[in-house]
C-alpha cells in the first residue's frame, strides 16, 4: 500500500527556517500530485500547498510567498522549504495522495515555531 513518511519538523524560532521531506513509496510517485496539509490544536486540518506531475504548484494564501514545495520524481520525494516562520505555523504537518480517489496520509511530523 500507500507509504508516506515525513521528516524534518522540530522547534524554531520566529522568522526561522526549516525544510520537511515526505519519502514516498509503493506507487508510481511520478504519476500522482504530492500535497502538504498541517492541522494545528483544535483546529481542523488544511490544505498548505501542492505540485502536480508537471511541477506546478500552488499554495494556501497563509503560506504563499513564504514556502516552497518542490518534488525530485528520480528520489521519489517532494520537499516543503519554509521560510519566515510564524507561530501561527504551529502544527503538524501531512504529506498527502489522492489515489483512485481515497486519501492517504503520512504520520505527519510536527512544527513548532516559538521563541
Known amino acids: 500500500q500507500v507509504q508516506l513518511v515525513e521528516s524534518g519538523g522540530g522547534l524554531v524560532q520566529p522568522g526561522g527556517s526549516l525544510r520537511l521531506s515526505c519519502a514516498a513509496s509503493?506507487?508510481?510517485?511520478?504519476?500522482?500530485?504530492m500535497n502538504w496539509y498541517r492541522q494545528a490544536p483544535g483546529k481542523e486540518r488544511e490544505f498548505v500547498a501542492g505540485v502536480t506531475i508537471g511541477g506546478s504548484t500552488n499554495y494556501a494564501d497563509s503560506v504563499k510567498d513564504r514556502f516552497t514545495l518542490s518534488r525530485d520524481n528520480a528520489k521519489n520525494t517532494v520537499y516543503l522549504q519554509m521560510n519566515s516562520l510564524k507561530p501561527e505555523d504551529t502544527a503538524v504537518y501531512y504529506c498527502?495522495?489522492?489515489?483512485?480517489?481515497?486519501?492517504?496520509w503520512g504520520q505527519g511530523t510536527q512544527v513548532t515555531v516559538s521563541s
Open positions: 498527502n495522495i489522492r489515489k483512485r480517489g481515497v486519501d492517504y
Open positions: 509503493r506507487f508510481t510517485f511520478s504519476m500522482y500530485a
